[in-house]
């Protein structure tokens, strides 16, 4: 999937969050804006990616240790996952606005 195709899901969340998403749409999104404070869950089971970063911890977003883990249900991820998605994308681009290291 293309980086505009990654950017369209975005803005398409952000207009309104759906109850669902299919998960190569969260895959791209992710890879796109968060991949270098993601990693893959290996082994059995739903979870797909956990997403950490410092700053999260700091803020006291998500689990309290910085980070989230997002999981999928027959190809879908719920919305509760794409919230902390957006949530973590918002975050990491107000910081690069503010510390000048551009933005996504």
């Not at 969050?17 to 998960?23: F, I």
């Not at 794409?82 to 503010?98: F, G, P, S």
Request: proline share 4%; with cysteine.
């Amino acid at each position: 999937m293309s980086d505009a195709s990654a950017k369209k899901i975005l803005d398409k969340w952000r207009k309104q969050v759906p109850p669902e998403a299919d998960v190569q749409d969260v895959l791209a999104v992710i890879d796109y804006y968060l991949s270098e404070w993601t990693r893959d869950v290996k082994g059995p089971g739903s979870h797909l990616k956990v997403v950490y970063h410092p700053m999260f911890q700091r803020l006291n977003l998500f689990d309290g240790n910085g980070g989230f883990s997002v999981a999928m249900h027959k190809k879908r991820v719920k919305k509760c996952y794409i919230k902390d998605i957006l949530t973590a994308i918002d975050t990491l681009q107000m910081m690069r606005k503010v510390d000048g290291s551009g933005s996504q």
